[in-house]
């Protein structure tokens, strides 16, 4: 559990550095072991990126960090 907790520091961690209302971010964990990402409906743009670029380099930094390998990232609504 300890290693899910360090992804979702991870992944909120890079998206308030990203967004323009970073206390509306919260990432978190879902049953299905999914870091589900929430955002301020404003700054949802910001962090998917113009064609997921952003999104899908969030992906890439959490599989190659050391506790979020497996895990998976799901920017939700």
Do not use: C, W, Y
């Not at 909120?12 to 964990?29: G, N, Q, R, T, Y």
């Amino acid at each position: 559990m300890g290693e899910t907790n360090k992804s979702t520091e991870l992944v909120e961690f890079l998206a308030k550095a990203i967004v323009s209302e970073p206390e509306d971010v919260k990432a978190k964990v879902s049953d299905d072991g999914v870091i589900e990402l929430e955002t301020d409906d404003d700054d949802r743009g910001r962090v998917i990126g113009r064609q997921g670029r952003v999104a899908k380099a969030l992906r890439a930094v959490l599989g190659a960090s050391r506790h979020g390998r497996d895990a998976r990232l799901e920017i939700v609504d």
